[in-house]
């Protein structure tokens, strides 16, 4: 199912750079000998992005103002999840996300991968084109969690693959969000941090 929650508003007044921190948690320990050992808690990292908006206008024929506020108010700060486009990471192309078994029908969670590493993808915008051995199929449902669970079993061996869009599902970092009068009728909006959620 395609996520029909808050997504993040498109802004002409974002700025540019966009800060996005790569997010890991090791554990780390030392032995008597001196001999570092480290690991990983997360299977996956986490991001952060850090949007400025230098022009928010209030005029009835852009109310960008009214649009962020109202977006932040809905959410209650920090509480609510939302999803969030990234620029250069929001889509993908022929993803393997499984191998049918024969027996299995799911669910089998969807993917994408960026670089040579690979994690889930649990917000999907608009319907996906899944294909089973490369042929396209509507034989399937999805959940909210971007898992697929097919009618009939995929045959032994045969790859499966999906296209489409998606978002990260993120929460605001922080309950206070600063908005700045610059001049009469423009806002300005500094430091709106927010980091995507591990799902379900």
């Known amino acids: 199912m395609a996520w029909t929650g808050p997504v993040f508003p498109a802004l002409i007044g974002a ?14 320990a030392r032995s008597l ?17 850090q949007i400025d908006v230098a022009i928010l206008r209030v005029a009835s024929a852009f109310q960008e103002l ?12 920090s509480v609510g999840l939302f999803g969030y486009t990234d620029p250069d990471d929001n889509a993908i192309s022929n993803q393997v996300f499984g191998t049918g078994d024969g027996s299995t029908t799911g669910p089998f969670q969807l993917v ?16 996906p084109t899944v294909a089973i051995a490369g042929t396209p199929t509507s034989a399937y449902t999805i959940d909210g969690y971007g898992r697929i ?10 790859s499966l693959t999906w296209s489409g869009s998606f978002y990260f599902p993120c929460r605001f970092d922080n309950d206070a969000t600063e908005l700045s009068l610059i001049y009469s009728g423009f806002y300005k909006a500094t430091k709106l941090s927010f980091t995507s959620e591990k799902l379900p």
């Open 149 to 158: 669970t097919f009618n009939t079993a995929p045959a032994l061996a045969a």
């Open 15 to 28: 700025k540019y750079p966009i800060p996005k921190k790569i997010n890991w948690d090791a554990a780390k």
């Open 66 to 77: 009214q649009t962020l506020q109202g977006f932040i108010n809905a959410l209650q700060g």
């Open 112 to 127: 994408r991968s960026f670089g040579n590493f690979v994690e889930p993808i649990f917000l999907i915008n608009g319907t």
């Open 33 to 49: 000998s001196g001999k570092n050992a480290r690991f990983s808690n997360f299977t996956y990292p986490t991001y952060t992005w």
